[in-house]
């Protein structure tokens, strides 16, 4: 096991991690604002990945593609926000679960409708195609490191956003008192369908930037809907900073142990179960993680904080 | 003097910089009404809370009955004998008022893990749970749901249920809050022979209760107690006078 | 006694319904529509299981199909290893005889609730949603990456399991059979939600408050009913995994969980029957639907959508009216 696969692997995780906090954020800002629960948010996700596949694959460009996947989840987001969801803020938890459920279900059959149940392929476009080289040798992939730079700019463009506008402004105040904010003369209701619709853009695109690293194909958004849930709810639900940092735990975690489990396992067991072993186990660590958190602290990490 | 069933000592609570309860020293004794009054925001609630588990402490201690309280959650102090109604009803809605009592009685009986006797049909419960809806005139209003009830009714069902726990002390926060003056009137009667039977730490905004009722009253000023005393006493308090009353009082 | 309340009428009609189509179909030797009906059955038990929790205790647990799945498991691997003539851990024997696979798949599914419910049930809402519906992801992904029991492919009971003086591989008895459980299973709920504990339960889905404030700690109640919900859930699982004759990591999927919680609000939560109405109109729509289009979780979305939009209370609700406690 040499430094530069370490390295390797950690990268990974981080990438895993900024592609989770893409969909966390939306996911966090949508409860912290309109405390609405949106199983629907993997579908955005999905809606992103097949946008820009299908946009790609007609125009040639990944680029025009992943401006589509922003548009089309935007709008996707949007809408749905305008026709349904508003109806449901003042619902409990359970109405909220059971009718995003049905919009996953409408979502899902929907686009195997448009696009048929083949997935759907996305080449990484020519200009972050590539590897550069790793401090100990070893290279790393160019795309999986620009996917990281993205979401690094996003977590601090985000970050201006709530502290530093206007409408960063409102977010705050829509949080911590409804009332208020309405009675600030601002347009809760609009407000409400642009902070949905930016976290729909989010969701998309992570679904464009993912859809080059595996196929896109229905079913893919509720997966990661899941592991952002993890990362939600190990953060705090409500804070951007939690959605962050959960995200990144999250990310880590699940790639290091995948890595490194099976290894030491090894360590104990024979070789042929060791894998085995080695793998199940991995495949829960996230979990016990978010358990063991949520033990110590139930509200997750930052909670109750922007 | 009769002896302390409920006692604080040096009891403080921070929210952030704010001092919301600043070594505030207090008894309850048998057979007292003793009313907690202060301007809003003096931190009656916050203390309430303390109090009845809800909020922890930061420093001092609450003994009830001889016996220290820190670290018992609200169900256990409910069990020990405190009594306690709601600044702002907290009742089932779902359940009718007969059945609101009757969780009471089933609380004060023991156990509630009797999984198969339907409740409907035992007497041990509904027979305790009509007396106390007959002791607050609610007995007409049994079979309604609690989120029918009229605000008043609401407030005497909570008083229904802090009576069938058959507590050693009652904590009452508000219980005069939203009534009318003929409510306040019938309540203020009742609560003052109830305090024969377990005494009273009374939090109420209605001077005249207050004044009607008391035994002694406490006045709390930014998290403080800066007086306690008989009504007359306070009445005659020059720094109560200047602090809350106002010198016209 | 009052004049029959509709909901009692509509129930009485739903019971009927249950035990007639079957009998008349077997007159027939139209044994599919018995296959459909036991689905409804099973599914009606499990959600029955779940809205212990959910209806009574208003837990929204967005985890059940794991303890749909592990009931399911349980079934499966007894009776593989019986098959086999293989031991189990600690050289327990196995068995293919229904109630002890039954016992079973309830004390083991009462085990891992404990644990998943005392963890959980230091949240309260939307976090209990997401941890219930993360510790299912968790038993899901264990089942998938574990090859000795099919992993991702599931594991094929050979022949159904045994059940004294049965004959369990015809249709019709084993229909009866899981008949007779959920009639048990309905009158447990029945005798929970007028007992003490039930009155506490509820109490607790109203107003955790003044649960506390009468003595009464919220934590313990629920967790019980958590508990309970999760027993009554496996053992709908092993009499799944009977009928297919085949169990899956589907069983463990949140397509599951999601389902389960769907046929409770379609029917009616907290409601007895509830379960039952909202599995047959599942099963039925699915089964109406599916001969139609392929798409037809596409309408499935739409209904769901439309009843949770517009038809609070679900089918029953419609039906009898607003519920009430007496």
Redesign the interface.
């Given at each position: 096991m040499t430094a530069a696969l370490i390295i390797e692997q950690l990268l990974n995780g981080l990438q895993l991690g900024v592609m989770l906090f893409l969909i966390a954020a939306g996911l966090t800002l949508i409860?912290g604002v309109m405390g609405f629960?949106n199983l629907a948010h993997g579908s955005l996700y999905m809606i992103g990945a097949f946008a820009c596949a299908a946009i790609a694959a007609a125009t040639g460009s990944f680029w025009i593609g992943l401006a589509a996947s922003l548009v089309a989840a935007a709008a996707a987001g949007a809408l749905m926000e305008v026709a349904?969801v508003r109806?449901?803020y003042e619902r409990d938890?359970?109405?909220q679960?059971?009718?995003t459920?049905?919009?996953?279900?409408?979502l899902?059959?929907?686009t195997?409708?448009l696009f048929g149940s083949f997935p759907l392929y996305l080449d990484i476009p020519p200009l972050l195609q590539g590897a550069v080289p790793l401090p100990g040798g070893g290279q790393y992939q160019l795309y999986r490191l620009a996917i990281i730079g993205v979401g690094i700019l996003v977590a601090i463009g985000l970050y201006l956003l709530i502290s530093r506008t206007r409408l960063g402004m409102r977010i705050r105040a829509g949080e911590t008192d409804r009332e208020m904010i309405a009675a600030l003369g601002v347009d809760i209701r609009t407000l409400y369908t642009v902070v949905f619709a930016l976290g729909a853009a989010l969701a998309g695109l992570a679904g464009a930037m993912v859809g080059a690293l595996q196929s896109v194909q229905v079913g893919m958004g509720?997966p990661a809907l899941?592991l952002a849930?993890?990362v939600?709810?190990i953060g705090g639900?409500g804070s951007i900073k939690g959605a962050l940092v959960g995200a990144i735990l999250v990310g880590v975690v699940d790639t290091m142990g995948r890595f490194l489990l099976p290894k030491l396992v090894a360590l104990a067991l024979p070789a042929s179960q060791a894998t085995?072993v080695g793998?199940?186990l991995?495949?829960?660590l996230i979990?016990?993680v978010?358990?063991l958190i949520?033990?110590f602290r139930?509200?997750?990490l930052f909670a109750g904080q922007g | 003097m009769a002896e302390a069933i409920l006692q604080l000592t040096d009891l403080r609570k921070n929210f952030g910089a704010l001092k919301a309860t600043d070594g505030v020293s207090l008894d309850l004794r048998a057979g007292e009404i003793h009313a907690l009054i202060g301007p809003n925001g003096a931190g009656k609630s916050t203390l309430i809370h303390q109090i009845s588990g809800s909020l922890t402490p930061d420093g001092g201690s609450i003994r009830f009955l001889g016996q220290d309280m820190a670290g018992l959650d609200m169900a256990v102090r409910a069990r020990r004998g405190l009594g306690r109604s709601f600044q702002i009803s907290s009742l089932a809605p779902e359940f009718t008022a007969l059945r609101n009592v009757m969780l009471a009685v089933q609380a004060r009986q023991g156990s509630s893990f009797r999984f198969f006797r339907s409740v409907g049909s035992d007497k041990s419960l509904t027979d305790p749970a009509m007396a106390m809806l007959a002791r607050v005139g609610l007995e007409n209003r049994a079979s309604v749901p609690a989120a029918e009830l009229s605000h008043g009714e609401r407030r005497q069902l909570e008083v229904a249920i802090a009576l069938a726990l058959g507590p050693k002390a009652f904590l009452l926060d508000e219980p005069m809050a939203g009534l009318g003056p003929d409510g306040s009137k019938k309540l203020t009667g009742f609560l003052d022979a109830l305090r024969h039977e377990a005494p009273i730490l009374l939090v109420e905004h209605d001077m005249d209760a207050v004044f009607a009722l008391a035994d002694r009253i406490s006045v709390l000023v930014y998290g403080r107690v800066i007086a306690t005393g008989t009504v007359d006493e306070i009445r005659a308090n020059p720094e109560v006078r200047r602090a809350y009353l106002g010198d016209t009082a | 006694m009052a004049a029959l309340s509709r909901e009692t009428i509509a129930n009485g009609v739903l019971a009927l319904l249950l035990l007639v189509v079957p009998l008349l179909a077997a007159a027939s030797g139209e044994t599919f529509y018995i296959t459909l009906a036991t689905r409804i059955v099973i599914l009606a038990l499990a959600a029955l299981g779940l809205n212990i929790a959910l209806g009574l205790g208003g837990l929204v647990s967005f985890g059940h199909a794991a303890f749909f799945g592990l009931g399911g498991y349980v079934a499966g691997i007894l009776a593989t290893h019986a098959f086999n003539g293989e031991a189990l851990l600690f050289g327990l024997p196995a068995t293919t005889s229904m109630p002890v696979i039954w016992l079973v798949a309830v004390l083991l599914c009462g085990l891992v609730a404990l644990p998943i419910g005392a963890i959980s049930l230091r949240t309260s809402g939307v976090y209990f949603i997401m941890i219930t519906l993360a510790f299912a992801q968790m038993i899901y992904y264990f089942a998938v990456s574990w090859p000795d029991y099919g992993g991702e492919d599931g594991l094929s009971l050979y022949v159904r399991n045994t059940f004294p003086g049965v004959n369990t591989a015809q249709p019709l008895p084993y229909f009866l059979i899981c008949l007779a459980v959920l009639a048990a299973a309905a009158c447990l709920f029945w005798l929970l939600r007028g007992s003490r504990f039930g009155a506490a339960l509820e109490a607790a889905r109203q107003n955790t408050t003044r649960l506390s404030a009468v003595g009464i700690a919220p934590f313990r109640i629920k967790l019980v009913a958590f508990v309970i919900s999760a027993m009554v859930t496996g053992l709908a699982g092993a009499l799944f995994a009977d009928l297919n004759r085949f169990v899956s990591p589907s069983m463990l999927s949140w397509q599951m969980s999601g389902e389960l919680i769907v046929l409770i609000i379609l029917g009616g939560k907290g409601r007895l029957f509830g379960p039952i109405a909202g599995a047959m109109v599942y099963v039925l729509f699915e089964y109406a639907l599916g001969g139609i289009t392929e798409r037809w979780q596409f309408f499935l979305g739409l209904v769901l959508l439309g009843v949770v939009l517009f038809a609070r209370g679900g089918l029953l609700g419609l039906v009898a009216g607003r519920a009430r406690h007496g």
């Open positions: 409860f629960i349904i109806r449901l938890h359970l109405d679960v059971l009718a459920f049905a919009l996953i279900l409408i899902s059959e929907g195997r409708w509720e899941i849930f993890v939600i709810v639900i085995m793998a199940a991995a495949s829960m979990y016990v978010m358990a949520l033990a139930p509200r997750g | - | -």
